[in-house]
């Protein structure tokens, strides 16, 4: 059985921070299999705290029930300069809780942000996500992104040796 709710987008605030901080870790430890290079231990991937207050920044939360269920951010940063646009909306902390999931709130939250970047006068919009982060990659599919660049990396380089 299916349960119908409805989806609140607002903006994020201090009270929210508690929250989004349990989401940023929760985030970090599903994405640790995609990257086995992430440190040990707590660690951190956003400076929330600032973001929020960052007029320049668009921090969302997605409510439903009551409840804090999903999260976002968006801010601009300057391409690389051979690329053009020179500024890009950067999309992050994508995050719903894994009981909301499948429900739509992901893309309710892209476009609020996706729109927020329009209105500030950008047109393209980036993020990142891991290669083998199948689920995300679809989700991001979705909304009208493709994928541009794969970054590759090891750990075991090899020495002269070898």
């Known amino acids: 059985m299916t349960t119908t709710f409805s989806t609140h987008l607002r903006e994020a605030t201090k009270t929210d921070l508690p929250v989004l901080l349990q989401f940023e870790q929760d985030l970090i430890a599903f994405e640790r299999p995609f990257a086995p290079n992430l440190k040990k231990g707590k660690i951190s991937y956003y400076d929330l705290a600032a973001y929020i207050e960052d007029p320049a920044i668009r921090v969302i939360v997605a409510e439903a029930e009551g409840q804090v269920v999903g999260s976002g951010y968006a801010l601009i940063r300057e391409n690389?300069?051979?690329?053009?646009?020179?500024?890009?909306?950067?999309?992050?902390?994508?995050?719903?809780?894994?009981?909301?999931?499948?429900?739509?709130?992901?893309?309710?939250?892209?476009?609020?942000?996706?729109?927020?970047?329009?209105?500030?006068?950008?047109?393209?919009?980036?993020?990142?996500?891991?290669?083998?982060?199948?689920?995300?990659?679809k989700a991001y599919a979705k909304a009208g992104l493709v994928p541009e660049i794969l970054t590759m990396r090891s750990n075991n380089i090899p020495t002269e040796n070898q």
């Open 80 to 137: 690389k300069a051979y690329k053009a646009p020179q500024h890009y909306v950067y999309l992050g902390f994508m995050y719903v809780l894994p009981e909301y999931r499948g429900r739509g709130i992901n893309g309710l939250i892209m476009t609020d942000l996706i729109l927020w970047g329009k209105t500030q006068g950008y047109t393209e919009v980036q993020l990142e996500v891991y290669a083998e982060n199948e689920s995300a990659i």
